[in-house]
């Protein structure tokens, strides 16, 4: 591709558009890790199945507030004893995670911590993010297309000319949605509430906002200055 060039009756102007805006989010991401340890392989499989359905229909609970709910890796691994030969198993570790994406923020903290009170379960998140097709990337991309073209007739003006015509624009770059904060974590709890003991109190998860990104170059020719 040629590389356009001015001339003294058509002067290159290059100029970048960039901006960066500071929006709420539209999801929280949580990862959920359901974890089971026993000597017996089947009785390890059966507690890790019956962990991994309890969590999944508290989630379910939660109805149209979950947008997304999706199993992931899944293992069963034993552990061989580190004493006497040959290959003899110690115990074996069960493992599923789970990954939900919920969009209605006030029920976050009580899921998380009803979650986080489950038997030999791990929770990570939230991770606050916005959706791929969010009109928000679009107005970002859009404010920076006009800071260009802004600044194109600022610096055509302090030439005492003006912008004569658009020759080319490129997109330099639109970042990812972006947080300052890491994100919250509850360990492995390993035993859960006492028959008829009182549920945990909901966490207060305020969601954090998030700073979008975008950038052009923009190539204009000029009406010749009097210089």
Do not use: C
Not at 101 to 129: C, H, I, N, Q, S
Not at 137 to 149: L, S
Not at 162 to 170: K, M, N, P, Q
Request: glycine fraction near 6%.
């Amino acid at each position: 591709m040629t590389t356009p060039h001015g001339t003294p009756d058509a002067p290159l102007l290059v100029v970048r558009g960039e901006t960066e805006l500071e929006v709420e989010p539209e999801i929280a991401r949580i990862s959920i890790t359901v974890t089971a340890r026993g000597r017996d392989r089947r009785t390890t499989l059966d507690d890790l199945t019956r962990r991994n359905t309890t969590a999944l229909d508290l989630i379910k609970s939660y109805g149209d507030t979950v947008e997304r709910l999706s199993t992931g890796a899944f293992s069963i691994t034993p552990e061989l004893s580190e004493r006497g030969r040959g290959e003899r198993v110690h115990a074996y570790h069960g493992r599923v995670h789970l990954t939900a994406d919920l969009t209605d923020f006030t029920v976050l903290g009580e899921l998380t911590t009803r979650l986080a009170d489950m038997e030999l379960t791990r929770l990570d998140g939230p991770w606050w993010l916005l959706r791929p097709d969010s009109p928000v990337h679009r107005q970002a991309r859009q404010q920076a297309v006009r800071e260009a073209v802004q600044r194109a007739h600022e610096y055509a003006a302090a030439l005492g000319t003006t912008v004569a015509a658009l020759i080319e624009l490129a997109d330099t770059g639109t970042d990812r949605p972006r947080s300052t904060r890491a994100p919250f974590e509850r360990g492995v709890h390993r035993a859960s509430l006492a028959a008829g003991a009182e549920p945990p109190e909901p966490l207060d998860l305020e969601p954090e906002r998030l700073r979008v990104s975008a950038q052009v170059s923009a190539q204009f020719t000029m009406a010749p200055p009097r210089l």
